[in-house]
């Protein structure tokens, strides 16, 4: 598997429409496999993204797609910067 961690400052009250849109577009994406969205203790405009995909082609395959310019647009109107990310491929997992 690979994917992203980004860290996000959210607008103050846009969280519930982040975690809408983002349940929304990953049923749209190829490849997507989970995420996981983490809201800070310390500072709860501040949130971490997980992002899994299938595989590194998957990953930049939707990157690079239309589609996921036009979604990043949506998620990018919600923050008040650009996210930090950092991508990888995801060397050990345990389920739950």
Same mark, same amino acid.
């Given at each position: 598997?690979?994917?992203?961690?980004?860290?996000?400052?959210?607008?103050?009250?846009?969280?519930?429409?982040?975690?809408?849109?983002?349940?929304?577009?990953?049923?749209?994406?190829?490849?997507?496999?989970?995420?996981?969205?983490?809201?800070? &203790?310390?500072?709860?405009?501040?949130?971490?993204?997980?992002?899994?995909?299938?595989?590194?082609?998957?990953?930049?395959?939707?990157?690079?797609?239309?589609?996921? &310019?036009?979604?990043?647009?949506?998620?990018?109107?919600?923050?008040?910067? &650009?996210?930090?990310?950092? &991508?990888?491929?995801?060397?050990?997992?345990?389920?739950?």
């Amino acid at each position: 598997m690979y994917g992203t961690i980004a860290r996000l400052r959210v607008n103050p009250d846009k969280l519930e429409q982040l975690k809408k849109l983002g349940r929304e577009m990953s049923a749209q994406i190829p490849g997507f496999v989970f995420e996981h969205v983490y809201q800070s &203790d310390t500072d709860p405009t501040e949130c971490f993204l997980v992002v899994a995909f299938e595989s590194r082609e998957a990953y930049h395959q939707n990157a690079q797609s239309p589609e996921q &310019d036009q979604r990043y647009m949506q998620f990018r109107a919600l923050m008040e910067a &650009d996210p930090e990310w950092h &991508d990888g491929e995801i060397v050990d997992s345990y389920p739950g």
